[in-house]
């Protein structure tokens, strides 16, 4: 059995900074690709699989953060989403198009696409 997160793109302001994504799924953290693309619309296309050998609990969480990192600054967290799993468990899959919200629970100007599956 395994989670799925098929991470599709992002919406956001521009920015010359470089960006990472992070995720993670029951203490286990997994990173994309730096992405060094500088527009508005930044796509992605990256799969991220966690396998798993028992099944996912009602309040377990998938965790996807955006990072900003510039090189003689600190990293920035952008802003995180997260996701209850229950729904992907009970629907096998389900795309996602939200916004980001930051460490205040306040929604940030970052639009994320993606699509979650367990098999």
């Known amino acids: 059995m395994s989670l799925t ?13 470089e960006r990472v ?3 993670e799924f029951r203490g286990q953290k997994k990173t994309s690709a730096t992405i060094l693309d500088h527009d508005e619309l930044i796509t992605v296309n990256q799969t ?13 969480l998938l965790t996807i953060t955006l990072v900003e990192k ?18 992907v468990v009970d629907d096998g899959m389900i795309p996602i198009t939200d916004s980001l919200v930051d ?3 306040q929604p ?3 639009l994320l696409g993606f699509k979650d599956e367990t098999e």
């Open 103 to 105: 460490d205040d629970n």
């Open 108 to 110: 940030v100007p970052v």
């Open 21 to 23: 994504i992070r995720l």
């Open 5 to 17: 997160v098929y991470l599709k793109r992002f919406k956001i302001i521009k920015s010359k900074a």
């Open 48 to 60: 991220f699989v966690w396998h798993i050998t028992t099944p996912i609990d009602k309040g377990e």
């Open 70 to 87: 510039q090189r003689f600054v600190a990293s920035r967290v952008v802003g995180k989403y997260r996701l209850g799993l229950q729904v």
